[in-house]
């Protein structure tokens, strides 16, 4: 972004200390700011998509992990890890 705003001043001043007419720094002025600005369109949609990948992978990524999570069988309660037919866990005796 510091980027856009450096050329942007620089083209500004150049076109302002250039020797031309008042109407053709105008022309000029006004064809740099139209190209800037479909310039920065592209680069919105640019950002855009790649926001939109950057949520679909985070979705998979997710998705893979909650799978993960659940083939290993770690954060399970005791009964569903088979406590109650008397694998593991504590015993109470009268």
């Known amino acids: 972004m510091g980027f856009l705003i450096g050329l942007l001043t620089g083209a500004v001043a150049a076109l302002l200390y250039a020797p031309k007419t008042g109407d053709l720094t105008r022309e000029e002025l006004r ?9 920065a369109d592209e680069l919105q949609k640019i950002a855009n998509d790649l926001s939109q990948q950057a949520q679909v992978k985070g979705r998979e990524l997710v998705d893979e992990a909650k799978r993960q999570w659940v083939k290993s069988g770690v954060g399970q309660r005791p ?8 694998q593991g866990g504590p015993t109470a005796k009268s």
């Open 79 to 86: 009964s569903e890890t088979g406590a109650r037919s008397g």
């Open 31 to 39: 064809v740099r700011s139209e190209e800037l600005k479909r310039r």
